[in-house]
């Protein structure tokens, strides 16, 4: 049982097809392709690890906005990352790793430097592998990789689910890895470098040299973003705070010095 029950979130995903224009048919089809990897290589959906690695912990999720990179400093110069659960969204990996800390899950579609994902999962990381229509060439090129270091996999979509994949909710990268920590029933969430503004930051994507103004497409992706954070805040009564200036409804400011108030 999902805290988002499938209907639900199939209401939100109406939407999200009417505003972005996605293909339903190609969703459907990236779902079932990574279905079938899973199954054949026998992956294992790691749900009893999750739960005892997220139920009850605070969770820090790294977004790959223009903040990023200073959370991510301030997080490891606090020693904050220490007692704590860490939830990368894609791209957001390669900061952590360039500063010598791997996160325990990260969330992609694939969009990332997939070096720095496959050194995470090399090292323990429990990959998250995301399926929609725009990313089924990704699926054949990297889930067999991905299967060949690791069997503790977890795949999602954005359609009805075909099993061993699952659909906790949520639309990009960030709000799936806070639906996640929902769904595994975190304690609390802290959110570092999600920012919803019109800038891109440069751990987005990996031809990215510097951050970027969010493309028309980008813009609208944030949007849904900050609602589904916002509704998830508000509806489901998830406590989840923020380090960012762009602050979701019902979403807590808070200042990185007074994080430590809520780890202990």
Same mark, same amino acid.
Not at 44 to 70: D, H, Q, S, W
Not at 183 to 204: C, E, H, P, Q, T
């Given at each position: 049982m999902?805290?988002?029950? /499938?209907?639900?979130?199939?209401?939100? !995903?109406?939407?999200?097809?009417?505003?972005?224009?996605?293909?339903?048919d190609k969703d459907m089809l990236a779902t079932q392709v990574l279905a079938n990897y899973l199954i054949n290589n026998h992956a294992i959906y790691p749900e009893r690890i999750?739960?005892?690695?997220?139920?009850?912990?605070?969770?820090?999720?790294?977004?790959?906005?223009?903040? /990023? *990179?200073?959370?991510?400093?301030?997080?490891? *110069?606090?020693? !904050?990352?220490?007692?704590?659960?860490?939830?990368?969204?894609?791209?957001?990996?390669?900061?952590?790793v360039e500063e010598d800390v791997y996160p325990d899950v990260i969330v992609t579609d694939l969009d990332g430097d997939i070096h720095s994902i496959m050194e995470s999962v090399k090292r323990g990381t429990i990959p998250v592998i995301h399926a929609h229509g725009d990313n089924i060439?990704?699926?054949?090129?990297y889930v067999p990789r991905f299967l060949s270091l690791t069997k503790?996999?977890?795949?999602?979509?954005?359609?009805?689910?075909?099993?061993?994949?699952?659909?906790?909710?949520?639309?990009?990268?960030?709000?799936?890895?806070?639906?996640?920590?929902?769904?595994?029933?975190?304690?609390?969430?802290?959110?570092?470098?999600?920012?919803?503004?019109?800038i891109v930051g440069k751990y987005s994507k990996t031809h990215f040299k510097t951050?970027?103004?969010?493309?028309?497409?980008?813009?609208?992706?944030?949007?849904?973003a900050h609602e589904l954070i916002s509704w998830l805040a508000c509806t489901k009564s998830i406590d989840i705070y923020t380090t960012s200036d762009v602050v979701p409804y019902g979403v807590k400011k808070v200042r990185f010095q007074d994080i430590s108030r809520l780890i202990k």
């Amino acid at each position: 049982m999902t805290i988002v029950s /499938l209907s639900e979130w199939m209401k939100w !995903y109406r939407k999200i097809v009417e505003v972005m224009g996605y293909d339903v048919d190609k969703d459907m089809l990236a779902t079932q392709v990574l279905a079938n990897y899973l199954i054949n290589n026998h992956a294992i959906y790691p749900e009893r690890i999750l739960r005892l690695m997220i139920g009850g912990r605070t969770v820090f999720i790294f977004g790959a906005g223009p903040t /990023l *990179k200073r959370g991510v400093k301030e997080i490891i *110069k606090r020693g !904050y990352h220490e007692n704590s659960v860490l939830i990368a969204a894609d791209g957001a990996t390669t900061a952590l790793v360039e500063e010598d800390v791997y996160p325990d899950v990260i969330v992609t579609d694939l969009d990332g430097d997939i070096h720095s994902i496959m050194e995470s999962v090399k090292r323990g990381t429990i990959p998250v592998i995301h399926a929609h229509g725009d990313n089924i060439n990704k699926l054949n090129a990297y889930v067999p990789r991905f299967l060949s270091l690791t069997k503790l996999l977890v795949g999602t979509t954005q359609v009805e689910p075909v099993l061993p994949v699952r659909n906790f909710g949520g639309f990009t990268d960030g709000d799936r890895a806070v639906f996640l920590a929902a769904n595994f029933n975190a304690r609390r969430i802290i959110l570092i470098g999600m920012d919803f503004g019109d800038i891109v930051g440069k751990y987005s994507k990996t031809h990215f040299k510097t951050d970027v103004k969010a493309s028309e497409d980008k813009a609208k992706k944030l949007k849904i973003a900050h609602e589904l954070i916002s509704w998830l805040a508000c509806t489901k009564s998830i406590d989840i705070y923020t380090t960012s200036d762009v602050v979701p409804y019902g979403v807590k400011k808070v200042r990185f010095q007074d994080i430590s108030r809520l780890i202990k």
